[in-house]
């Protein structure tokens, strides 16, 4: 079965700008998570959603927005960027709604120049 | 708020020894307890987890120790490699929540 696969893999984007990330759970998972990791921050929980639903959000502002397809593959865009957006996204899906197993993909690499 | 705290933030080890992680979580609302692998250019990797109703679990090399009266939950590595060199995280989650994760420890085993 396939991994979660995230496109692009590395991106480098000036301040002001916008950026679009893409995600595609394992076949199967309903649920998708994005989160921010940073070398200061550590791993922070974005926002999660469940099909087609955002039902959790964490601790950003609204720049950070995300979507939901009916086939579960989701997508993540930042608007405005700001140098402080340089960060590994990474997208996680896992197969119901509960205290189940997240696989994450390999993430994507935003600089912001 | 910082629910999970994890520690230390480096280990070094030599091959064969046990390398040790631990963390401290909060809220007792949490219900499920992973650890993951992570290395260098790579997303985090479930690597074992855990549920409140039993104090260890273990698989192969790698073995979860759970304390719930002191909120606490550990990593022990067994006959530690090179290979297993790598950030590890442990993280805490409740119901249809999100994952909180701890800051990370970063592995070094030494040959």
């Known amino acids: 079965k396939a991994g979660v696969t995230q496109t692009p893999r590395y991106l480098i984007k000036t301040r002001g700008q916008q950026v679009t990330l893409s995600c595609s759970p394992i076949s199967g998972h309903r649920s998708v998570s994005w989160y921010q990791q940073t070398p200061g921050q550590g791993l922070q929980f974005l926002f999660e959603?469940?099909?087609?639903?955002?039902?959790n959000k964490g601790n950003f502002p609204g720049r950070f927005s995300g979507r939901q397809f009916s086939n579960s593959r989701s997508e993540m865009n930042v608007s405005t960027l700001e140098l402080g957006d340089s960060a590994l996204y990474l997208c996680?899906?896992?197969?119901?709604?509960?205290?189940?197993?997240?696989?994450f993909g390999p993430g994507t690499r935003l600089t912001v120049l | 708020q910082q629910q999970v705290k994890q520690s230390p933030q480096s280990l070094i080890v030599q091959k064969g020894g046990i390398s040790i992680i631990n963390c401290a979580y909060e809220?007792?609302?949490?219900?499920?307890f992973p650890w993951y692998q992570q290395f260098p250019g790579k997303g985090p990797a479930l690597l074992i987890a855990?549920?409140?109703?039993?104090s260890e679990k273990k698989e192969g090399r790698f073995t979860i120790s759970f304390n719930k009266s002191a909120k606490q939950f550990s990593l022990h590595i067994m006959d530690s490699q090179p290979g297993d060199s790598a950030t590890y995280f442990c993280?805490?989650?409740?119901?249809?929540?999100?994952?909180?994760f701890g800051q990370g420890t970063r592995l070094t085993i030494n040959p």
């Open positions: 855990i549920r409140p109703d039993v």
């Open positions: 809220n007792t609302a949490f219900d499920y």
């Open positions: 996680a899906s896992r197969r119901l709604g509960g205290a189940d197993t997240q696989y």
């Open positions: 993280a805490v989650f409740q119901g249809a929540q999100k994952l909180v």
């Open positions: 959603y469940f099909s087609e639903t955002q039902r």
